[in-house]
């Protein structure tokens, strides 16, 4: 989250000279609002047009999106930021709902392509993306971390307790027959809800897994740190290859939490006590 403000030559570009910003937070991930067009900082380039490019025409049901505004050359990101429609809401522990919107979206994304940008490798020295990209292979390849062998090292005790946990949640996996498509895999905490209008949702962060596999990394959140109730699991468990998805989520999870610099030992136990609900269902 950046707490500078906009320059503005950027807001000049997207027509917002004239306006002053308001900082949003972390429901924005450190956006400015400007009258109805809320600019925020970019941390991947191709990632953000990406994603910009793909809300100004996607049409889930029931859910709300927030539209890209191109500046006035037609780009979508400028030094930096992107722009786009400020939508009323904030994150609220209404977990079912984070699910149900998931499946909704993920069928509006399934006809989706794959981004080149997706099969492309950690490489060092490595940004926030990289991390995220080498624990989402971490919880699908035959050996989890492979990926990243030489070039990564847990040093501490939460870490290596991570390592060794997803070590042995890996030998409990089964192959899995869902399609992999384009789905958005960080949805706990960024639903925007307002009432009783459809949830919003301000960005989209590109994964190419089974839309169950979303689903799943929304629970394990949900349980691990968002106060969700034990029954959550259940309650979806119509969804395809449900045990399954939900086990790689939480190693796509625990492989964060060991990679990811700014980690903290006070998220681990959370995993810990999904991974003891998940173990149940396999």
């Known amino acids: 989250m950046s707490s500078v403000e906009p320059p503005s030559h950027v807001r000049s570009t997207f027509g917002l000279r004239e306006v002053e910003p308001i900082p949003l937070g972390a429901d924005w991930e450190g956006g400015w609002r400007c009258d109805d067009v809320v600019l925020s900082p970019v941390a991947d ?44 809401g904030s994150p609220e522990p209404r977990h079912d709902e984070v699910v149900s919107l998931s499946m909704r ?21 490595w940004a926030d993306v990289d991390v995220f990209v080498a624990a989402d292979r971490a919880a699908w390849e035959q050996v989890p971390l492979r990926g990243v062998k030489g070039q990564f090292e847990a040093t501490s005790a939460d870490g290596r307790t991570s390592v060794e946990l997803i070590g042995q949640l890996a030998t409990l996996r089964k ?6 498509q384009l789905v958005h895999g960080d949805l706990f905490g960024t639903v925007l809800f307002s009432g009783s209008e459809a949830p919003g949702i301000a960005d989209i962060t590109p994964y190419w897994r089974p839309a169950g596999w979303a689903a799943g990394v929304a629970v394990v959140d949900a349980l691990s740190w968002g106060g969700a109730d034990e029954e959550l699991i259940g309650r979806w468990e119509d969804l395809p290859e449900w045990p399954q998805m939900l086990l790689r989520a939480l190693m796509f999870r625990l492989a964060v939490h060991a990679l990811h610099p ?13 991974a003891d609900l998940i173990r149940l269902m396999l």
């Open 262 to 274: 700014r980690s903290t030992a006070e998220a681990l136990p959370g995993l810990v006590r999904t």
């Open 175 to 180: 192959p899995v027959h869902s399609p992999d």
């Open 45 to 88: 380039h191709a990632r953000a047009a990406w994603s910009a490019k793909v809300r100004e025409t996607l049409n889930p049901d029931g859910v709300r999106l927030a539209r890209p505004v191109r500046a006035t050359d037609g780009r979508y990101v400028v030094s930096g930021w992107r722009a786009d429609t400020f939508i009323e």
């Open 105 to 125: 979206l993920h069928a509006a994304t399934a006809p989706l392509e794959r981004p080149r940008f997706l099969v492309q490798p950690p490489v060092a020295p």
